[in-house]
């Protein structure tokens, strides 16, 4: 355990954060010293509070455009909240909605805005509620829920939009560079990652990004790394703290089959103390990783020591290009608040007697 007790790694967070004292005075300043207490350098955080501004409160934080609301857009009513609905982004930002043609257009116009306000990413969730496997309909099949009530529809075609929907997003993820993170697992079988294998594979050039791990399909999701090698990333975020015994045979399983710099790992937590405590659990779970495989000589000190570094922080800034100029803002930032500081006296020496 020698070199578990090394392991002393500088840290990018690669996954969503939401801070529940967003509105608080003081809150960023406080957060901001929590962040520079653990080493995190960067957090990139679900901010879906203001789900179409994209600015992020925090100076160590960037966007990412949470899709959930915007692949129920065949009609008004699915929106009580004016904040999360097109027709009203589209209202605000006068943009046209009348015909299942400017919707896509309000699509794209609202990734390029969210790119142009600093964005780095995508994110659906949707998981939770549906599955993953996302058909090639036709665009006149997804066309004839537009216009409807949800009462007025039958559940195919609502799920012949959505479908519809979800690949226009992956053709605007590659359009305007916003990778594509996807929820994987834990919502039983709707939920298992190999169901999008048929997307990934219509979509070489679009960035997939698997939440989780696809737990407890861990196997499964190795497989998927492994066979489209150019735009699968794993993402370990929750796993450790979900399971930490599932975590280490997974870091195990996934560093045998695929590169260190495609796996990359979050906190998915909603306050700074479940960010530390996640931050504290990948570390230690991920240095006991690295420690058995030294120890059985599967990698030398030095080649665990980069493995580290790719998962913690490399893999982040491969997988989201954009990101590279908000750490690269950060550092500069940080700099000049040291160089701002001012520099400490000694004490006058006491008078004696």
């Known amino acids: 355990m020698r070199f578990q007790r090394k392991l002393q790694l500088v840290v990018l967070a690669s996954i969503s954060l939401v801070f529940v004292s967003h509105d608080s005075a003081n809150a960023e300043d406080q957060s901001s010293q929590t962040t520079e207490s653990f080493a995190l350098h960067m957090l990139v955080i679900d901010y879906d509070y203001t789900p179409y501004d994209y600015v992020c409160p925090y100076d160590y934080g960037v966007a990412v455009v949470r899709l959930n609301p915007l692949i129920r857009g065949f009609h008004p009513d699915e929106y009580t909240q004016p904040a999360e609905s097109p027709y009203h982004y589209a209202e605000t930002h006068r943009v046209p909605l009348k015909t299942f043609d400017d919707y896509q257009a309000v699509l794209d116009h609202i990734m390029r805005r969210a790119a142009e306000r600093g964005a780095v990413g995508m994110k659906s969730t949707l998981a939770y509620r ?65 169901l999008l294998e048929n997307l990934i594979r219509d979509y070489p050039k679009t960035t997939f990004i698997l939440f989780h791990g696809g737990y407890p399909w861990v196997g499964e999701t190795a497989a998927m790394a492994l066979h489209f090698p150019k735009n699968v990333w794993i993402d370990s975020n929750w796993l450790p703290t979900l399971s930490y015994h599932m975590a280490k045979r997974a870091y195990h399983e996934w560093l045998d089959v695929i590169p260190a710099n495609r796996i990359m790992w979050g906190s998915d937590t909603l306050h700074a103390e479940g960010l530390y405590g996640a931050t504290e659990t990948t570390r230690q779970c991920l240095a006991e990783v690295l420690a058995e ?61």
């Open 130 to 194: 549906r599955t993953l496997h996302y058909e090639a309909v036709t665009k006149s099949q997804a066309a004839e829920a537009f216009g409807k009530r949800r009462g007025e529809l039958t559940p195919s075609q609502i799920k012949a939009f959505e479908d519809y929907v979800f690949r226009q997003f992956c053709e605007l993820s590659e359009k305007h560079v916003l990778p594509l993170q996807i929820h994987t697992g834990y919502v039983l079988s709707q939920s298992n990652p190999l």
């Open 293 to 353: 495989r030294v120890t059985r000589r599967q990698v030398l000190e030095a080649g665990a020591r980069h493995i580290g570094e790719q998962i913690l922080r490399e893999s982040a800034l491969l997988a989201f290009p954009r990101l590279r100029q908000h750490v690269a803002r950060r550092s500069q930032q940080r700099n000049q608040q040291k160089d701002q500081q001012p520099t400490e006296q000694p004490p006058a020496p006491s008078a004696g007697r």
